[in-house]
């Protein structure tokens, strides 16, 4: 599950507004598509997952939310995705091993001035994301650490989770929200 600091931090770089069709790719436990759900009112999120026991999972957590505005998508992406309508935003939380294809899917389907989150645990993911996120692709990687209290006895220590990065491309064009990002290679 996405932890709830870095779900906040993967929100605020989505820049949701009502009404949007949104793809949540990897979705795993559905925390994602929980959240986006109820900040996109009647909008629609579509939560993709390929792990059946997750599967089970997402339903019973969006059943748990009383959330009615996600469906679950069972399969593989990239080829879980082509029947689904055209997203303004989509996240990224796990790729099976096809971000490559995943990614050259977005390139076409992602509305203009789309934002796409991708968050990579590994530096691996980093780097292929980084490399494959060219035009028409803006994009900006922020590093989210959190540290959190631990009981140690009667004493608290601080214990460190894995870094995140949140990575965020937003697809040529403008859909009137926000500001642009930089490109990488220093245009604007």
């Not at 996240?91 to 991708?118: H, K, M, N, T, V």
């Not at 490399?131 to 989210?144: A, G, I, N």
Request: aromatic share 4%; net charge positive; charged share 20%.
């Amino acid at each position: 599950m996405t932890k709830e600091e870095i779900r906040t931090v993967t929100l605020a770089k989505a820049r949701l507004v009502p009404g949007q069709v949104v793809w949540d790719i990897g979705s795993g436990t559905g925390s994602i598509a929980i959240e986006v759900a109820r900040l996109i009112g009647n909008g629609m999120v579509y939560a993709v997952e390929q792990n059946p026991a997750a599967l089970d999972l997402i339903r019973a957590n969006i059943q748990r939310f009383d959330q009615k505005n996600i469906q679950v998508v069972g399969g593989r992406a990239p080829e879980a995705l082509l029947p689904l309508p055209v997203p303004q935003r989509v996240f990224i939380g796990g790729s099976g091993g096809q971000l490559r294809e995943i990614l050259q899917l977005l390139a076409d389907r992602l509305a203009p001035g789309g934002r796409l989150i991708i968050n990579a645990l590994t530096l691996e993911t980093l780097t292929q994301a980084f490399t494959l996120l060219d035009f028409p692709w803006q994009t900006e990687v922020v590093q989210v650490s959190v540290t959190r209290t631990v009981p140690r006895g009667h004493y608290h220590l601080m214990q460190a989770l894995n870094p995140v990065w949140v990575i965020c491309a937003q697809k040529e064009g403008d859909e009137g929200v926000g500001q642009v990002l930089r490109h990488r290679r220093g245009t604007r």
